[in-house]
């Protein structure tokens, strides 16, 4: 089981996850990620999440983004990847995700 072990309490988490520096302020182990791939995926996540996600839009953005460069060759030589190929982003992304389904279905 991956931990989460990144800090979302709102003292230091920045909701405008639109550029490099507020998606490292989140995630500052991404700091050498190749950032040419990084801002394309960034751009990318910011276009295709949907608005549906309200106040937590960002933070869907940012885990997105951060699981996409967690992926990439840089991010699997830092070992950002577990052996069964999860990421502790990915997993956080997808309890969200699971969350939000059942709050959609709970509105009717």
């Known amino acids: ?3 989460w072990a990144v800090s979302t309490s709102p003292a230091t988490y920045d909701p405008a996850v639109e550029t ?3 998606l490292l302020g ?3 182990e991404f700091n050498t990620a190749d950032w040419v791939a990084g801002a394309n995926v960034l751009a990318n996540m910011n276009e295709l999440i949907a608005d549906d996600w309200g106040g937590h839009r960002d933070m869907v953005v940012a885990l997105a983004t951060a699981d996409a460069l967690a992926r990439s060759p840089g ?5 950002l990847v577990a052996r ?12 969200m995700k699971r969350a939000h389904a ?5 509105q009717g």
């Open 1 to 3: 089981m991956l931990v």
């Open 20 to 22: 490099k520096s507020s």
């Open 26 to 28: 989140i995630f500052p």
């Open 75 to 79: 991010g699997r030589a830092a070992k």
């Open 84 to 95: 069964n190929d999860t990421t502790t982003y990915g997993e956080r992304l997808k309890d």
């Open 102 to 106: 059942c709050a959609y279905h709970r």
